[in-house]
């Protein structure tokens, strides 16, 4: 199995602001992805790190709203930029050690965007 | 696109009884995941299977290993710590290794 570490837990932020989530993992991964899950809903895909290049999005987030940087296989940072009040969800990072393998999640990010 | 169906999208039990959790996909699938979202929002991997059943204590997870289009999540004895969110997440069987969620099964479990 993975575990995944996440920071901030939660955080408050005022509209307009940015704010940096950092995903760790306690072993080299080879996909790591992020996840969005807004209050009483599923959660939904936002992209996939990929280490050493550029994260390949969903349909719905792009790289200006939500960069995301992976330098290695075992870090990976998802920034919120421009915050908005419709930002306010949990974000989780996730990976696998395989291509089909056993999917694990990290405690998650609360964020509040007032 | 993938569709993941989950069945009830709510249940409230007693403590004591015996459930059942489905999850349904509309194509065939390479696996499934089985999770349990507490109330604080942290999400536990319960089971994941690439075919036949797994058991773990009360709990006791089957896929569909012919038509790869069907799961279940059984619960016996349910207790109050059963309480939360069930997930099923699926990986599809054509090459793409992203895993659909379906929405959701919120489990109530009363003394």
């Known amino acids: 199995s993975v575990l995944l570490y996440q920071k901030p837990n939660r955080d408050i932020c005022q509209s307009g602001t940015s704010l940096k989530i950092q995903c760790v993992a306690d072993?080299?991964?080879?996909?790591m992805f992020w996840y969005q899950q807004f209050q009483e809903q599923s959660l939904m895909l936002m992209a996939t790190?990929?280490?050493?290049?550029?994260?390949?999005?969903e349909s719905g987030f792009t790289k200006d709203k939500f960069p995301i940087s992976r330098p290695n296989l075992t870090f990976s940072t998802l920034t919120v930029n421009n915050a908005r009040p419709g930002d306010s969800s949990i974000y989780f990072c996730s990976s696998r050690t395989g291509l089909y393998a056993e999917q694990f999640f990290g405690p998650g990010t609360r964020l509040t965007v007032l | 696109g993938d569709q993941v169906e989950q069945s009830p999208s709510a249940l409230s039990l007693h403590e004591g009884t015996d459930s059942a959790l489905r999850c349904n996909f509309t194509t065939t699938m390479r696996s499934v995941q089985w999770f349990r979202q507490n109330s604080r929002g942290s999400l536990i991997s319960l089971f994941y299977?690439?075919?036949?059943t797994k058991e773990n204590g009360r709990l006791k997870s089957a896929f569909d290993s012919k038509e790869r289009r069907y799961s279940t999540l059984h619960i016996r004895d349910a207790q109050l710590e059963d309480s939360g969110t069930y997930f099923c997440?699926?990986?599809?069987?054509?090459?793409?290794?992203?895993?659909?969620f379906g929405a959701g099964t919120k489990l109530t479990i009363k003394p």
């Open positions: 997440a699926d990986m599809a069987n054509y090459g793409n290794e992203k895993i659909t």
């Open positions: 072993s080299q991964v080879v996909s």
């Open positions: 790190a990929n280490e050493g290049s550029e994260a390949t999005y």
């Open positions: 299977l690439a075919s036949g």
